[in-house]
């Protein structure tokens, strides 16, 4: 009942910008912390960053400066806003929320992820 979708993925060259975002539908009472995680080939997925229901976020040492997390509670969504994008930040992206459904309880779900590759 409770979809996540990303979108603003794609091909940027090194120093450009990007900004994902990730919207939640279906039957959702409430959304609690909200993130992003993102894998390359043959890696682990990794955390990049995350935002609480109250704003507070953090972010992997790797993006601290260059990526912004944020969210629009009205719109259950949340965003990333890559600037100064490396060859080192290719990778699919994932979206990844903490949710309470109207008809049941608490649940972690993920996005199908987006795509982003950085071209030098």
């Known amino acids: 009942q409770v979809q996540l979708v990303e979108s603003g993925g794609g091909l940027v060259q090194a120093g450009g910008s990007l900004r994902l975002s990730c919207a939640a539908s279906g039957s959702i009472f409430s959304t609690n912390v909200m993130g992003w995680y993102r894998q390359a080939p043959g890696k682990q997925r990794e955390l990049v960053a995350t935002v609480s229901s109250g704003g507070s976020t953090n972010y992997a040492d790797s993006v601290k400066g260059r990526f912004t997390i944020s969210r629009d509670n009205a719109k259950n969504t949340v965003y990333l806003r890559m600037n100064s994008l490396k060859a080192e930040d290719t990778a699919v992206y994932y979206c990844?929320?903490?949710?309470?459904?109207?008809?049941?309880?608490?649940?972690?779900?993920w996005g199908q992820g987006t795509q982003v590759t950085v071209s030098s």
């Open positions: 990844n929320a903490f949710i309470r459904s109207a008809d049941g309880g608490w649940d972690a779900y």
